[in-house]
């Protein structure tokens, strides 16, 4: 169980142009998602927290303006990532969990964008 | 500030033991978890310490000591499929989870 699922796996985009990536939780109703950005070689670093059905709590140094999330049901978040630039590029995860005491987080496969 | 420290890379050879540390300095505590994640790939679960003491999942296992603000994962009869990073991460006061930067770990035969 707790099985959470990212699409796309890989996507490669022009600069300038959006980028959507959809997180699901299949078989829970997560509480809450969290998005993370992974560098090569290095540590995850989590971008934002979201709750269904209000705003993200965006990290210090994150412009929630060019990330927009969106979690609009206890399944399905979205992160897009507007008017991308080639440092954008980057490993995204999401994570979800059942938002109790025992707050493991269940990660999706992640989503690697290259922008050219 | 909140802080979590573990060592960024270790070497070891594959069949031995190996121990990685993690201390921590966080506001409250509700758990540490351990992760596994190998390169290119997400993080999968392996243990959860709430309470002092070890806890032992097969070759895997995982200390606490909260006094000490400390914990251990010790990895046993290793395998060349053990080669990843490990990250230590804390639940805080208000549940959040603070990670770790992660410990590479590397197998040699």
């Known amino acids: 169980g707790a099985v959470v699922s990212q699409h796309p796996s890989r996507v490669i985009c022009k600069s300038g142009t959006s980028v959507k990536i959809e997180c699901r939780s299949l078989?829970?109703?997560?509480?809450?998602m969290f998005w993370y950005r992974q560098f090569p070689k290095q540590s995850l670093m989590l971008m934002a927290t979201?709750?269904?059905?209000?705003?993200?709590?965006?990290e210090q140094g994150v412009e929630k303006d060019k990330f927009l999330i969106n979690h609009a049901s206890l399944t399905l978040s979205t992160l897009t990532v507007t008017s991308a630039h080639p440092e954008d590029s980057s490993f995204y995860i999401c994570?979800?969990?059942?938002?109790?005491?025992?707050?493991?987080?269940?990660f999706g496969p992640g989503t690697r964008l290259t922008v050219l | 500030g909140q802080n979590i420290d573990q060592p960024t890379e270790m070497t070891a050879t594959e069949g031995a033991i190996v121990q990685i540390n993690c201390t921590y300095q966080?506001?409250?505590?509700?758990?540490l978890f351990w992760y596994q994640q190998h390169a290119g790939e997400a993080p999968t679960f392996l243990s959860y310490?709430?309470l002092d003491g070890l806890e032992e999942k097969g070759r895997f296992s995982s200390f606490l000591s909260r006094s000490k603000g400390y914990s251990y994962l010790l990895l046993k009869e290793l395998q060349m499929k053990d080669s990843a990073s490990y990250l230590c991460?804390?639940?805080?006061?208000?549940?959040?989870?603070?990670w770790g930067a992660g410990t590479k770990l590397i197998i040699k035969p």
């Open positions: 991460a804390v639940s805080d006061s208000n549940y959040q989870l603070i």
């Open positions: 310490n709430v």
């Open positions: 966080t506001s409250g505590f509700n758990g």
């Open positions: 979201s709750n269904e059905g209000s705003k993200a709590t965006y």
């Open positions: 994570s979800a969990n059942f938002g109790t005491d025992y707050n493991e987080q269940f």
């Open positions: 078989d829970f109703q997560a509480t809450t």
